[in-house]
């Protein structure tokens, strides 16, 4: 039994080859899709999910005393967005405190607001925000008198008015 004769000049080195090329590429594709996907996740990681759960849970009695100090001194809230400026009328809260307002945004931390409210005409006050707020937004206003105080709520479509006052 003889063996084939194989010539020299049609054997190629492998990097002249198609195959050993294309295994490369889907290995480096999928390398670099990895990448990618890892790259996603760490730049848009979940704000929903808490860190220190254990802190927020404590906090939570704390925000039920807060509202429930607001309903004994008789604290309420109306609120209408119109643009970019909140209009809000708060019962019972006098000029010389400065309540609180944070709008926090339903998905993403980074967006939520905090300002403080200025005083406006009769039990109203008001504060610009620098990017217009939508629907789903969750408001809630603070402050301190004898005691710290807290009414809050969400954005819902009867927030919204048209024109200024």
Known sequence: MSRPIIDQHDVKPWYKEFWPWFIIALLGSVVTASLITVSIAFDQADDLVIDDYYKVGLAINQ?????????????????????????????????????????????????????????????????????????????????????????????????FGDAAP
Do not use: C
Request: aromatic share 8%; hydrophobic share 35%; net charge negative.
């Open 63 to 159: 925000r039920i005393e807060e509202r429930d100090n607001a309903e004994r001194l008789g604290i309420s809230a109306a609120i209408e967005i119109r643009g970019t400026r909140l209009y809000a009328s708060l019962a019972h809260i006098t000029r010389d405190s400065s309540p609180e307002l944070i709008l926090g945004h339903p998905f993403e931390a980074d967006r939520d607001l905090k300002i403080t409210l200025l005083p406006g005409p009769d039990e109203t006050w008001f504060a610009d925000f620098p990017e217009p707020v939508q629907v789903g937004w969750h408001w809630s206003i603070s402050g301190r008198l004898p005691k710290p105080w807290l009414v809050s709520g969400r954005l819902e479509p009867k927030h």
